[in-house]
């Protein structure tokens, strides 16, 4: 869960910011805006692998380490196979960004799959924590998406000051959903917050 929930406003940013993001880091020179628009929505196709690929890390870690060594193979086997037949059913019609999306499709399959094996290897409780607890990092990433969306067309940005105003806030507003929601993360979050406080009022005091 610690991932999907540091993973999640990452994977929006990178969806709503891929073009201002490459045009802000390498537009000058030869690398000019035909090759930004390309670069940007090969990152935008590949973003959608991000949450997958964690997925399926976090989940191949687990399962080795419970013994069952053999199914992230099994898995991994499949979605290898799976993402050549999309590449080849997409490249008529995608052509590069084909690449993108398959592997993003087979990534995400991927994971899911291990963390659906996974999760019947778990006890009731924690499987349960792990379900709400997905459910509230998505919908706090929903709200992060759709609060963007509205600050965007109230206040349109540049890549300047405003754009980065529009990310901070999207990001505050991504904590404040997950307080509302409680997730248990913010609690931790919140506990080391006033523990580092402490520890640094105690030294400035001593």
């Not at 994977?11 to 930004?36: E, T």
């Not at 196979?81 to 995608?94: A, D, N, Q, S």
């Not at 379900?131 to 990092?137: C, D, I, M, Q």
């Amino acid at each position: 869960t610690w991932t999907g929930f540091l993973l999640m406003p990452a994977v929006i940013l990178m969806l709503v910011w891929s073009q201002p993001m490459v045009q802000l880091l390498f537009h000058r020179g030869a690398f000019d805006f035909d090759a930004v628009e390309l670069t940007s929505s090969i990152l935008f196709g590949y973003t959608f692998a991000i949450i997958g690929l964690a997925m399926k890390d976090i989940s191949t870690i687990t399962l080795i380490a419970l013994g069952h060594q053999w199914l992230p193979v099994l898995v991994g086997f499949g979605s290898l196979l799976l993402g050549v037949v999309l590449k080849l059913v997409l490249i008529p019609g995608l052509g590069h960004l084909s690449i993108a999306y398959s592997t993003a499709i087979a990534s995400t399959v991927n994971g899911l799959v291990l963390l659906l094996v996974l999760s019947r290897l778990l006890p009731r409780k924690s499987r349960h924590l792990l379900r709400v607890s997905g459910w509230k990092v998505l919908v706090a990433g929903l709200v992060m998406l759709a609060f963007w969306f509205v600050l965007r067309n109230l206040r349109p940005a540049d890549k300047g000051l405003m754009s980065w105003l529009h990310v901070l806030a999207a990001m505050g507003v991504y904590v404040l959903a997950c307080a509302v929601l409680k997730l248990p993360q913010m609690g931790v979050l919140w506990t080391n917050l006033v523990f580092i406080r402490h520890r640094i009022w105690s030294g400035r005091r001593g």
